[in-house]
């Protein structure tokens, strides 16, 4: 009976500022998500199955910054993300391409490159709907965009598809306005920091893939 008070102390002390940045407080809870979310993009840069769990223990985190701040599209996503972090564990330590070798970093191709395209952008609106009538989120579409498109790029990252990176550049550049209009000043910089290292990471891939880097 004790536990969920003490769970709740727990949440509303590390929601509690750390600093002050721009104006706005910057709690112990997204600063803690932000260290961790930078690693984890490291170790994706790296291939290290390391960033699973450090993206399943960053997610829980902003999951529950995201709730406070309103922000239900965003904050659902990182419960997905979470379940997709144990997907995407299991898939580089035991996953298997058509052809049953392991994974190893690929490309999707141009059919499938449309076919991902297509879905992500049919599931924006819809999503963009549903939060708009059935919540109170104050930036329904706003909040739609980089949730449908990060599941997007969690599925082909946890495939090891080097188009992940694209789609995460995209989703960074979208989430830094985002971020800054709900004034998650850190966050903001974290997502501005994930930009180029979306970039480096794509960069990277594609030197395993053996194919010329792009200038």
């Not at 709907?129 to 969690?154: C, E, K």
Request: charged letters at 10%; glycine letters at 6%; proline letters at 6%.
């Amino acid at each position: 009976m004790d536990a969920l008070p003490s769970l709740q102390s727990l949440v509303s002390l590390m929601l509690a500022p750390a600093f002050t940045a721009l104006g706005s407080p910057i709690s112990w809870l997204e600063l803690v998500a932000f260290v961790l979310a930078i690693w984890m993009v490291v170790c994706n840069m790296r291939v290290q199955v390391l960033a699973w769990p450090l993206a399943l223990s960053s997610s829980l985190l902003y999951f529950l910054l995201f709730w406070s701040g309103k922000l239900y599209g965003e904050a659902s996503l990182q419960l997905l993300f979470a379940a997709l972090s144990l997907w995407g564990w299991w898939q580089w330590l035991r996953g298997r391409t058509a052809d049953g070798q392991a994974l190893r970093v690929r490309t999707l191709g141009p059919r499938g490159r449309w076919a991902a395209l297509l879905v992500t952008l049919a599931a924006w609106p819809l999503l963009g709907l549903f939060l708009q009538h059935r919540t109170d989120s104050p930036l329904p579409y706003w909040d739609a965009l980089p949730t449908v498109a990060s599941i997007t790029g969690q599925w082909l990252l946890g495939r090891k598809y080097q188009e992940n990176w694209p789609v995460w550049v995209l989703v960074n550049l979208v989430s830094i306005a985002l971020f800054a209009l709900k004034g998650y000043w850190l966050t903001v910089v974290l997502y501005a920091v994930f930009v180029p290292m979306s970039v480096a990471g794509w960069r990277a891939w594609q030197r395993q893939l053996g194919a010329p880097v792009p200038a």
